[in-house]
Every structure is written in structure tokens, then in C-alpha cells.
């Protein structure tokens, strides 16, 4: 299965600035999601990053808010834009393996 | 529409004895099925899942699951619970029709061994 690392573990942030968390593979994977959830919680996936193609945006979630690049088949990033405290969750990024996704360690993120 | 249900929010079983997580499971074409277990404060570790074939399937840590057709169910089980067993468990299912390969994701439930 690959081996999935995510950058930075866990970050506190101010109200109205912006954090790029990136998301590193082992191995070369077509797709790549991101996702978010609270703890405790369920996941909600937030998009569908594919490389070489723009990423695909679940309802509620917009390119302006949450910018996903994915410039190579083993690196993605997620920016988390003008962040509120409703944006404070944990943030997973995961790729697709031989029909299952597979889960980096997470970015836990706190806006204050 | 697809959609998959874990109806108990936390289950709590004494170490050593047998445990079950259930789920349930709800999609139009034929179902591919997963399970994933997240330990405090880490990312979601696959530990099983059901494609095609062999209703039993085996998994990570002693875990099995048993795919039922006719009940739309894939329930997780361990013959004998370890306090290293309690975490949060998911289980999600893809439609296999579906070309996204997008997971419906349950709830969780809460994992709770007790010495």
C-alpha cells in the first residue's frame, strides 16, 4: 500500500490567513482526494484531485476557498484560504490504490 | 441513493470476549465495501474490505467481516477483543458502477474495550 505524509502535522492560524498543507506519496497515483473532518466526526471529502486535470469540487466546497494544485503523480497540496474558526478541523489527504484509498496522517488545523 | 449506516454509535465489550461493529449498506449496483479504523489522534488505517468473491473476508489486527447480500450488510468482527482494539471505526462503500471512485462514508462508531 503507498506511504502517505502530510505537512504540517498540526498548525494554530490567525482569522483571514491562509495555510497550504501538502501531501506527499511514495509511490505515482492517478487519483487523489482531500478531505475534511471534525473530530470524532465522519469524513466529508472536499475534491478530487487528478493530475493533469482540474480538481473536481464536492457541493459546499469552492476552488476560491480551498485551491488544490497537483503537479506531479506523488505530490498534491491543499490551501485552506481567509480561514475562520469554522474552518478548524482535520484535514486528510488519501489516495486510490488497487480499488482503496489509502489515508496520510492527517493536518490538524486550529483558527483562532 | 447509495448511503451506508453504522447504527451504533459506540459499542462497548469486555477484553477477551467476541465484538461486533454493524453496518449497513445501500447502493444500486454491486457494492464495494471497506473498513477503516482511526486510533486517537491519527489518520484513518484501512483494514479490510469486500470485492468480490468469498463472503468472509479477512483483514488487519485479527479483524473479519462477513458480506451479506440479501441483508445488505458488512459487519466487522474479532473472535477475541483487545483493549488496543478501542478507536474509531468507518465503514464506507463504493458502488462499483460508479467511475469516480468516490466513498460513501458511515458515521463511525466508538470502540470501547474494557480490562
Known amino acids: 500500500s503507498a506511504v502517505i505524509s502530510q505537512k504540517p502535522s498540526r498548525d494554530i492560524c490567525q482569522r483571514g490567513t491562509s495555510l497550504t498543507i501538502q501531501c506527499q506519496v511514495d509511490?505515482?497515483?492517478?487519483?487523489m482526494f482531500w478531505y475534511r473532518q471534525q473530530p470524532g466526526q465522519s469524513l466529508t471529502l472536499i475534491a478530487t484531485a487528478n493530475q493533469g486535470s482540474e480538481a473536481t469540487y464536492e457541493s459546499g466546497f469552492v476552488i476560491d476557498k480551498f485551491p488544490i494544485s497537483r503537479p506531479n503523480l506523488t505530490f498534491s497540496t491543499l490551501t485552506v484560504s481567509n480561514m475562520s474558526p469554522e474552518d478548524s478541523s482535520i484535514y486528510l489527504c488519501?489516495?486510490?490504490?488497487?480499488?482503496?484509498?489509502?489515508f496520510g496522517p492527517g493536518t490538524r488545523l486550529t483558527v483562532l | 441513493a447509495q448511503s451506508v449506516a453504522q447504527p451504533e454509535d459506540q459499542v462497548n465489550v469486555a477484553e477477551g470476549n467476541p465484538l461486533t461493529v454493524k453496518c449497513t449498506y445501500s447502493v444500486s449496483g454491486n457494492p464495494y465495501l471497506f473498513w477503516y479504523v482511526q486510533y486517537p489522534n491519527r489518520g484513518l488505517q484501512f483494514l479490510l474490505k469486500?470485492?468480490?468473491?468469498d463472503n468472509l473476508v479477512k483483514g488487519s489486527y485479527g479483524f473479519e467481516a462477513e458480506f451479506n447480500k440479501s441483508q445488505t450488510s458488512f459487519h466487522l468482527k474479532k473472535p477475541s477483543a483487545l483493549v488496543s482494539d478501542s478507536a474509531l471505526y468507518f465503514c464506507?462503500?463504493?458502488?462499483?458502477?460508479?467511475?469516480?471512485?468516490?466513498?460513501?462514508w458511515g458515521a463511525g462508531t466508538k470502540l470501547i474495550i474494557k480490562p
Open positions: 509511490s505515482q497515483v492517478t487519483m
Open positions: 469486500y470485492i468480490t468473491g
Open positions: 488519501s489516495v486510490q490504490d488497487y480499488l482503496t484509498q489509502y
Open positions: 464506507a462503500v463504493r458502488d462499483g458502477k460508479d467511475s469516480n471512485y468516490q466513498l460513501i
